[in-house]
């Protein structure tokens, strides 16, 4: 099983640097978990910083996978993991996933990297990770890190939603 954290998913969406490295762990949905706390962040990012239509698509996508809740069991064992590793609660929460269903945890975030069941992509220079509080780095920002265009419409969910017209 597989587990691509929120950063993989801004990047594959965005057609970001690091797109490529994301996007064999993201299309075999039959091996993709995606926990809620994924869908959340990936919901509350491209909705502030895209549109509430790109939003409501990638969180569409994610259900061609398995959606996994954040139960008791994931809450304790993520308890245990931030206290381990010195993780936040989202990103205890998604590790909790990841070792809770066996699955290799794909990630750009350095919180993870070094950690156990984690494959990390390092980017090139600096970074600011899904995970960093949003009221910390403005949304010009934002779209630089994830690759996101001039808005002219050469992201991923604009190519997608460019395609599903042309067939209707």
């Known amino acids: ?52 239509e790109s939003a409501m ?32 609660f989202a990103d205890a929460a998604i590790y909790a996933s990841a070792r809770k269903h066996q699955a290799e945890l794909i990630t750009a975030d350095n919180h993870f990297a070094g950690l156990p069941g984690v494959t990390y992509f390092q980017k090139g220079g600096w970074s600011v990770s899904a995970s960093t509080p949003y009221m910390l780095w403005s949304p010009l920002i934002a779209m630089r890190h994830c690759g996101f265009s001039d808005g002219l419409g050469n992201d991923r969910l604009l190519h997608e939603s460019a395609e599903d017209e042309s067939t209707a």
């Open 1 to 52: 099983m597989i587990l691509v954290d929120t950063c993989g998913w801004i990047e594959w969406l965005a057609d970001g640097v690091l797109a490529d490295r994301f996007q064999p762990f993201l299309e075999p949905a039959e091996t993709l978990i995606v926990p809620t706390v994924v869908q959340f962040e990936l919901y509350k990012w491209l909705e502030r910083n895209v549109s509430k």
């Open 57 to 88: 698509k990638a969180i569409a996508r994610t259900t061609r996978s398995r959606v996994v809740d954040f139960d008791t069991s994931t809450a304790l064992l993520a308890a245990e993991l931030s206290r381990d590793h010195g993780l936040f």
